[in-house]
């Protein structure tokens, strides 16, 4: 569990990026923080790894204060996934996705094998082992940057709009992918958008910031379609509000029907299902 | 160059003869003096450019006046840096090794900076989240990224030494150029051209070496073919 305390974010040049910030995210679970440009998502995101350190008020990791722990080590347990993926150009694919394993003091053979097993988790072809960050498209690209990020199997992994630089399509598809990850995986995920049908889509809660670093709403996707906070909230939703929840409620069932089908049926039954609700995300 | 091909009318342009009875003494004696001279002072301007480029790259306004000086210093003819160091430190390698030191450092300080700042700035913000510290950040991640902006810098410098020294011969001290002397000064047009066609071999042949070496170091440049980059650099190596 990741705690936010009375925490206030204040730049040198007088900018309060986050106002008092009061959150508690759960462990195992998506929380996706969301709200329009220059609201202060990516600054609360960086107080939990200390890449920024909060000028009043705690962030705490399993009720540690995460100024308590040594930057280096600290990051090393959590993973971060950024937009333009953040790969190093001048190291393989393999080789990117062990560098924390590789930081960690892992055997390069180990660190080189669990890099391999990682490529299939999120779904890349075992022929771009060898290749450099140039040489892969931008959707591969970004499943190398979720790859390298679980190498280490952190219990925390931070994303700062990972798919938003690859188009509707690719990101529908790494969406779902993530999701499927996440079912087996369960990590404790904080994950930044400013795209209000991805947090509905990925949240097992959302935190909708508004600017002026100020939590304006924090409860499930349900709750904030049935009851937003206030008008800052119902004009973020957007003039599609009820669109949104119909779809949202109807992917819910869709879900369910799968679940249930995967447990009767064969696998095939559970594949023919997919495409579905893929086309459900790929309208949007 | 003018003088030299107008004297000695009637005098072949090259005498064999010449090639073949200085080649051992001679020849390569200038040859080997020619790669000291010209070789130390990259060594020695490497090894200081490379702390001096990264402090800079990290305190930004220690580079504004570092690169000052060092454009002032690359402004300087070396002929009249040889001569005052002269009085300094006499008829020796050193005289010669100072001066191209510092052209060196002119060229590479900057290269270095600007190697590290080719860094992207998610690559560095990155490599920080996931646990590196700023040394081995240093080492393991922008270093080997400046590396091709690096050997640039390293590959002009060299091209522009080789041909520096030369200008030594004029206090006695220049590898090749002393042929150059020598040839003036007894009207005798062979050992000038031995001398250039040496001179522009060894430029050729040190700069394909140094782009085999950052080849080989950077191998995952060569994916995206021939960069831009390494075009404008050839260009700007052939003018130097
Ligand atoms: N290093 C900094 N120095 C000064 N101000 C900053 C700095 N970083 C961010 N800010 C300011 O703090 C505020 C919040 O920025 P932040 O990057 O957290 O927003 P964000 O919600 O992630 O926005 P976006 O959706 O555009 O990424 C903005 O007003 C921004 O200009
Ligand atoms: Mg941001």
Redo the contacts between chains.
Sequence with gaps: MITFEGVTKRYPDGTVAVDTLDLEIPAGRITVLVGPSGCGKTTSLRMI?R?VDATEGVVAVDGKNVREID??????GIG?V??????????TIVDNIA??PF?LGWDKKKARARSHELMERVGLDPKLAK??P??LSGGQQQRVGVA?ALAADPPIM?MDEPFSAVDPIVRASLQDEFLRLQNDLEKTIVFVTHDIDEAIKLGHKIAVFQVGGKLAQYATPEEILDAPADDFVRDFLGGERGIKRLRFFQELDAEEAAEQATEQAAEQRAAADRPEAGSTAAER | MYAALAIGDGEPLIRWDWIARNWDDDILESLKEHLILSFTPILLGFLIALPLGIACARWRRFYPPVLAVTSVLYALPAIALFVVLVAFTGLTYTTVIIPLTLYTLSVLVPSVVDGLGSV?D??R?????????ET?RMVQ?EL??AVPVVMAGLRVATVSNISLVSVGAMIGIGGLGELFTDGLRRDFPTPLVVGIVLIIALAFVSDMVLLLIQRLL???ER??GASKREKEVLATGGAA
Aim: glycine residues 6%.
């Design positions: 790894n890449m930057p280096p080590t600290l990051r090393r971060y950024i937009q333009q993926a953040g790969l190093f150009p001048h190291r560098t924390v930081l290749r450099y140039a040489q390298r931070l | 992207p998610h690559v913000k990155s490599a920080t989240a996931m646990g590196f510290g081995r991640v080997p990224i950077t191998p995952w994916t995206r």
